[in-house]
């Protein structure tokens, strides 16, 4: 069963620095792509950083040079170190993972469950 288990989430004041974390658990055959989205209140899901199991990185333009997304692949995990933190990046965080399951002869997309980052002025 795959699980996606995020962690890290919580309040700050505007300025300030978040670090998120997410770990795949379960059997994998190939992770190709780890990331992150967020939704705000009212709001559709939109990207904010992903990372190729190359190590190729794509960025929302309202997170560049701000946030940076890191991952490991041998242990299955990817992080989010999120800095100068704006009231706007208040919403909930989703873990991304597109990969392939060991069982499995298709690639899929999964998602956690979430997490909310709320930044206060």
């Known amino acids: 069963q795959v699980q996606l288990e995020e962690s890290g989430g919580g309040l700050v004041q505007a300025g300030g620095s978040l670090r998120l974390s997410c770990v795949a658990s379960?059997?994998?055959?190939?992770?190709?792509?780890m990331g992150w989205y967020r939704q705000a209140p009212g709001k559709q899901r939109e990207l904010v950083a992903t990372v190729t199991n190359a190590g190729r990185t794509n960025y929302a333009d309202s997170a560049k040079g701000r946030f940076t997304i890191s991952r490991d692949n041998a242990k299955n995990t990817v992080s989010l170190q999120m800095n100068s933190l704006k009231p706007e990046d208040t919403a909930v965080y989703y873990c991304y993972v597109e990969g392939r399951k060991l069982t499995a002869f298709v690639t899929s997309n999964y998602w956690g469950q979430g997490t909310q980052v709320t930044v206060s002025s």
């Open positions: 379960g059997r994998w055959s190939s992770i190709y792509v």
